[in-house]
């Protein structure tokens, strides 16, 4: 079973998990996404500075059955990357919303926030999901 | 054995099952004025006997030489017997890409030897287990370099075999890469153009060694001012003979080597299939196209080969796979395979004699009256020599049995009357002394 997902965060429909502190913005994949992903075995990083575009691929991550594009949750430019994750990549699957962070955000654009969902609506989205 | 796919009985069972009297029902759909009114303008079925007779009137039409000095991309080598009776076993010849690759243990381990192989001959740290060709793989390699920069822009060697060129600037035309030509001095690449040429925008810059003229470059020079700028540096090997005698393009600082495998135990075969190969060090082995073979222990601790990373594949990565090819060419690299395992250390040798005879028809050239050698000494197995008509000195070779060099005028405008030339191990001291002859 999946954790429950932090009140604190907000979440888009491709399944990152966003944190706002001020104009910077920690973003990852959610725990239901690395359950699904099963095993990490690599995660390409962005560069640092990379402009970045709410919805379009920002990074990769791979599994042992598959590989996936990870997508911007606001536009701007990224200002850190979580390099742990270039040796350990399970650490996405030991703890998805803590230190398996991916990159850190400077957004353009905060309105952008108001688009993605809430804990609890996340929560409904992915249970919708399931039934599919 | 009658190939004829249904009998007359099967057409009616079928028809019937669908509903039909006569196969032209079949075409109502098609408008009456579209469809052929008469039968196709082709000949009547021929009887075994036949087509033997006429197949070997066609064949008879093709001019045969003795011998032949043509290289530029395709390289008569001599094979071992062995080589061909190996490789021809059904069990290699019929088998089709393994869907199920693991259940395919032998086929798995023979693709494993050969990257092997390869990764020692370039002196990189990873092969795939191969491309459709040397011309394809060098466009992988462009585009696989402007991945790893993020930079859209390759700097390409005008001393790279011109078909190679046209399929490079084919493949980044579709990916929007731009491709710069980086010119030519004397038969090697313009280091000081190449110094012009290299800025930021610079994610990959493209090498030919020894190059379309023969000449090895200077690549630990353009390696260091390669990689000043951070961009990667492909070297592509058109004839990978040359590999058993110079320092590995790995530790002349390449970071993807490239290049066409032919030489390597496959026939000339008319120009295919061939089999192209490609190499890397292992912080790029996410970007290689292509799938990897590797090894591992079993459940049971025993050894197994799987086919891993090729997650990036088509089938699996869809629109965002890292490139087109899905594929592998299996049995020209097991053929690549029994040739360098027969051959072992005395790859050496064919190289060595390669060039030795090559340096000798190319001195003796040199002092014919009206020929003069392009080519400073440093060449491998090719050399360039300018002539007073290039079509004259060509005519008279044939008329005695010698296909001569490759025409350079017919792939650059300034190169009028220059001639390629190629030696292997399979020419001889007196084909070389007679056409020196028929020359003077």
Redesign the interface.
């Known amino acids: 079973m999946a954790k429950t997902n932090p009140k604190n965060l907000k979440y888009t429909k491709e399944h990152e998990w966003v944190k706002v502190e001020g104009e910077i913005v920690t973003m990852g994949i959610t725990d239901y996404a690395q359950e699904l992903l099963t095993s990490l075995v ?1 995660v ?1 990083l962005p ?1 640092v500075g990379k402009k970045t575009e709410q919805t379009k691929t920002l990074a990769v991550v ?1 599994s042992v059955k ?2 996936s ?1 990870v997508y911007a949750p606001v536009s701007g430019e990224v200002i850190e990357v979580n390099t742990s994750l270039t040796k350990k990549p399970e650490i996405v699957n030991e703890d998805a919303f803590g230190a398996g962070w991916i990159a850190k955000i400077i957004i353009s654009n905060s309105k952008e926030l108001d688009k993605l969902m809430d804990a609890d609506s996340y929560t409904k989205f992915c249970q919708k999901e399931e039934k599919h | 054995m009658d190939f004829v796919p249904a009998t007359n009985k099967e057409e009616k069972e079928m028809f019937t099952t669908i509903g039909i009297n006569r196969i032209d029902q079949l075409f109502a759909g098609i408008a009456k004025e579209h469809r052929l009114k008469r039968e196709l303008n082709l000949p009547a079925g021929l009887s075994e006997i036949e087509l033997k007779r006429e197949i070997e009137s066609m064949a008879g039409k093709n001019r045969i030489y003795q011998t032949s000095f043509r290289g530029a991309g395709a390289y008569r080598h001599f094979i071992p017997s062995v080589v061909k009776h190996l490789v021809m076993r059904s069990e290699f010849y019929t088998a089709y890409t393994p869907y199920q690759a693991e259940r395919s243990q032998g086929m798995l381990q023979s693709i494993y030897e050969y990257q092997t192989m390869i990764c020692r001959l370039t002196g990189m740290d990873l092969a795939n287990a191969s491309m459709y060709d040397g011309a394809s793989a060098l466009a992988e390699a462009a585009l696989m370099a402007t991945r790893i920069t ?1 930079k859209k822009q390759v700097l390409l060697s005008s001393a790279v075999h011109p078909e190679y060129q046209a399929t490079v600037k084919t493949y980044c035309h579709a990916n929007d890469v731009k491709v710069v030509d980086l010119p030519f001095k004397t038969g090697t690449t313009d280091l000081k153009e190449l110094k012009t040429l290299l800025n930021d925008n610079v994610g990959g810059v493209i090498i030919q060694n020894p190059n379309f003229f023969g000449s090895f470059e200077e690549i630990k020079e353009i390696a260091q001012l390669v990689h000043q700028i951070g961009a990667i540096l492909i070297i592509n090997v058109v004839e990978p003979t040359s590999l058993a005698l110079i320092k590995s393009p790995g530790e002349q600082g390449a970071d993807i080597v490239v290049g066409d495998g032919q030489s390597f135990g496959l026939p000339l075969n008319f120009g295919g299939p061939y089999i192209g190969f490609m190499a890397t060090k292992t912080e790029y082995i ?1 970007r290689i196209p292509g799938r990897l073979v590797g090894m591992t222990k079993d459940t049971q601790g025993r050894r197994a080969f799987v086919l891993t990373l090729q ?2 594949e088509q089938h ?2 869809r629109e ?1 796979a890292t490139s087109n090819i899905c594929t592998n060419s299996a049995l020209c690299a097991l053929t690549v395979l029994v040739y360098l395992s027969t051959l072992g250390p005395k790859l050496r040798k064919v190289a060595e004699l390669s060039m030795a005879k090559t340096h000798y028809l190319a001195k003796k050239l040199a002092k014919l009256p009206g020929i003069r050698l392009i080519n400073s000494q440093n060449f491998y197995n090719e050399f360039v020599i300018r002539v007073k008509n290039s079509q004259t000195v060509l005519k008279k070779l044939r008329n005695q049995g010698i296909e001569g060099g490759v025409d350079l005028g017919n792939y650059y405008s300034q190169l009028k009357n220059h001639l390629l030339f190629c030696v292997t191990e399979l020419n001889t001291k007196e084909e070389m002394d007679k056409i020196i002859k028929i020359l003077n």
């Open positions: 690599f390409e560069k791979e598959s590989v594009d | 993020e996410r997650s990036r699996i990565r965002k």
